[in-house]
């Protein structure tokens, strides 16, 4: 960084901030990407909403959610006047999980709807996959009784997947899956998705998924999904 300029010390910090992120290093993402955004010139737009994009999803891992819909608001908003679709899809798919978890359903279920409308003017199945899963998961959480309609976005979560290697991603579609047969009354179809949601999340390590498949499999009862 201290042999780049202005732009490409605002890129890399932004790359640094992005890896710490998915690492889990929530705070030092935090860092990196608030020095990348005091780097960006104004005259960068694209730069800045990827830089919103992760503050806002980092924020959301960290729970601060109010400072996440500030951030994410101005990533989709820039996103949207630059036309790039899969950027403003990206921020509206956490902009569900923020909504959702501040008690906003009708936002909620209009931030989904409007990714998937993006999403499907983008080849990016693997982001298309993630707000689906994000649109069956906040529907089952917060509207017990479209859960047809859930399932089905899940199911088609789960067919986007089914060409690439296994994800947490996955084993998260398969429990969600799971909840959704179980609200529609199909024990067996239910346990049969949670046994291989538990397979996929001890294969990938995500230990909070494989603890919340087993636990619904020992209690074969209905549990609201984790945030995820």
């Given at each position: 960084m201290a042999e780049r300029g202005r732009r490409g010390t605002a890129q890399a910090r932004m790359n640094l901030g992005l890896a710490l992120l998915d690492l889990g290093q929530l705070d030092d993402a935090v860092e990196h990407l608030e020095l990348s955004r005091r780097h960006r010139s104004s005259a960068d737009r694209a730069g800045h909403a990827l830089t919103q994009l992760g503050l806002g999803a980092a924020q959301l891992a960290r729970g601060e959610l109010d400072a996440a819909h500030h951030h994410l608001v101005r990533a989709a908003n820039t996103f949207r006047s630059v036309g790039d679709a899969r950027g403003y899809a990206a921020a509206l798919t956490n902009l569900v999980l923020v909504h959702a978890s501040l008690g906003e359903h009708?936002?909620?279920?209009?931030?989904?709807?409007?990714?998937?409308?993006?999403?499907?003017?983008?080849?990016?199945?693997?982001?298309?996959?993630?707000?689906?899963?994000?649109?069956?998961?906040?529907?089952?959480?917060?509207?017990?009784?479209?859960?047809?309609t859930a399932y089905e976005l899940l199911a088609e979560s789960r067919r986007l997947r089914e060409d690439v290697r296994p994800t947490a991603g996955l084993g998260r579609t398969l429990l969600y899956l799971g909840d959704a047969a179980a609200a529609l009354g199909d024990r067996s179809d239910a346990r049969r998705l949670w046994a291989d949601a538990a397979t996929v999340a001890e294969e990938v390590g995500d230990d909070r998924a494989l603890a919340a498949a087993d636990e619904r499999l020992v209690h074969d009862v209905e549990a609201p999904p984790a945030t995820h």
């Open positions: 009708l936002d909620a279920a209009q931030a989904w709807r409007a990714a998937l409308r993006e999403y499907e003017s983008v080849n990016d199945p693997t982001s298309r996959a993630a707000a689906l899963l994000n649109a069956g998961a906040t529907l089952l959480t917060n509207a017990p009784g479209q859960a047809r």
